[in-house]
């Protein structure tokens, strides 16, 4: 019997299923058997779908054998945030007040992956309201992130995604970003997180968070994963206004393997001020590794960094977007809300209308600047995020020091949200403590497969990516 590598990627499973070596069938049951033996210690999925599952296996392998292919994701396990309705399944959104929030339709991304032949083998954990990029849910439970035995942060909002990626209990798991939250837990769990452009996939059928800076975007082993899995969400759905701005999805070169004909800049503005030393050697030897391979280094500052910051101090467009979203939940439910989310999104109630305009308005002009750079320079790289995962026992009972935390992990990546640009994170190297550091490289919008392809290229010549965390303690 051919064993199943925990690890593998969508391609390598792919090859296995069409070369029969193993089916749909059993590598559901195969990864289904190892999140029961798994998660009960690392706690990522709120709900384990296994008949629905093992029923949607059963089709993708009667159609395989009879000839019908749906393409690389055909037969291929994956999960989703709880954020994303599946008919007949609540959608929680981080909270047990929403356990009886059954949909009635998939969302638009769900149906887009079944006509794929994917199968959902469960829902993850997320940050309630996805609102947080430390990872923390006070209620519902925390995933504990796989890289040490000692509770760590596994990064936020996505961080059952993060987490069940990052100890191989599913080859992927779609996230959603607002200010980094598929970003954030790449990076802390050592894999391959892509934020999509605004408008480039469909949002219908998401629990809202920011309708101006919501995404969707998948968690994976590799850029070439990631690459997969964008090309069969990206399809214009006429029922988000968003995808107004839709264009049609690039193609990735999976046989790119330097970076000439790059110009790179490695901003080292507001991006590496107060990073720790370990994440910022690890992007230093990034850099002259990106170099070696036939990068044109750009010396230029990206001043829309610094301009996109000033332009929304401590989050106001989220804040204010969050509360009219989930106004009556907050208003009529506020003291039942987790104490950290409850208190950050009730401030998007004193949002005025003047505060909002002003920014919103703003948005139009921060995002030329950055396109105008974008015009003489392909890319920019820098540190996922400022810091290393820290000690869960650090954050979880200290206001304070969860606020400190939150905008420390949040810092880079919000940036990319508030410009609209493609940004993708992989693992660069590991921490003192062992814990993964991400890189994350930034393009302009709708540039998702320019960014894949250079991040695949940096994976040929590393093995950050393909390091496993040792996780017999929790077996």
């Known amino acids: 019997m051919l064993k199943i590598d925990p690890f593998a990627s969508i391609h390598e499973l792919g090859v296995l299923i069409r070369s029969k070596g193993v089916s749909p069938v059993s590598i559901t049951e195969f990864f289904l058997d190892r999140i029961k033996r798994l998660d009960k210690k690392l706690g990522a999925f709120v709900n384990v779908m296994g008949d629905y599952a093992t029923a949607q296996a059963k089709i993708a392998e009667l159609e395989l054998a009879s000839g019908i292919d749906r393409g690389p994701l055909h037969g291929i396990p994956y999960a989703v945030k709880d954020l994303y309705h599946v008919a007949g399944f609540p959608t929680m959104a981080g909270t047990e007040l929403l356990k009886n929030n059954v949909q009635e339709k998939d969302a638009f991304v769900i149906s887009r992956l079944k006509e794929a032949g994917a199968v959902l083998l469960g829902k993850t954990h997320t940050v309630q309201f996805a609102y947080g990029g430390v990872g923390v849910n006070g209620q519902l439970g925390t995933p504990h992130n796989p890289w040490s035995k000692e509770a760590f942060i596994p990064g936020g909002s996505s961080s059952g995604s993060g987490v069940s990626v990052g100890a191989g209990m599913i080859p992927m798991a779609l996230g959603s970003d607002t200010g980094g939250s598929v970003r954030i837990p790449a990076s802390f769990n050592g894999v391959t997180g892509l934020k999509t452009t605004v408008g480039q996939v469909s949002r219908s059928g998401v629990f809202p968070l920011s309708w101006s800076l ?193 905008l420390q992990c949040l810092r880079n990546t919000a940036i990319g949200n508030i410009l609209n640009l493609s940004g993708v994170s992989i693992p660069c190297g590991y921490s003192k403590d062992g814990l993964p550091i991400g890189l994350m490289i930034y393009g302009k919008s709708f540039d998702e497969m320019k960014i894949l392809s250079m991040a695949h290229a940096y994976q040929r010549h590393t093995d950050w990516h393909n390091k496993r965390p040792d996780l017999s303690w929790a077996q």
């Open 214 to 406: 919501d995404s969707v975007g998948p968690l994976t082993r590799s850029p070439h994963d990631a690459a997969l899995v964008y090309q069969a969400l990206a399809k214009k759905d006429e029922d988000d206004p968003s995808m107004s701005a839709y264009r049609k999805v690039g193609e990735f070169n999976d046989q790119k393997h330097n970076f000439e004909g790059f110009k790179i800049a490695f901003p080292s503005d507001i991006f590496r001020d107060d990073c720790d030393r370990e994440v910022a050697e690890a992007l230093d030897e990034a850099k002259h590794l990106i170099g070696k391979l036939g990068a044109h280094i750009v010396n230029e500052e990206f001043t829309a960094a610094r301009e996109a910051v000033k332009l929304n101090p401590k989050g106001l467009v989220i804040a204010a977007e969050a509360y009219y979203s989930n106004r009556q939940i907050v208003d009529t439910h506020f003291d039942a809300l987790d104490p950290i989310v409850a208190h950050r999104i009730i401030k998007g109630k004193d949002v005025t209308a003047t505060e909002y305009l002003d920014i919103t308005r703003g948005l139009q002009e921060v995002r030329k600047i950055s396109e105008a750079f974008f015009e003489v320079c392909d890319a920019i790289i820098v540190p996922t995020v400022m810091i290393a995962p820290r000690r869960l026992s650090e954050v979880k009972d200290s206001i304070e020091m969860y606020a400190k935390t939150n």
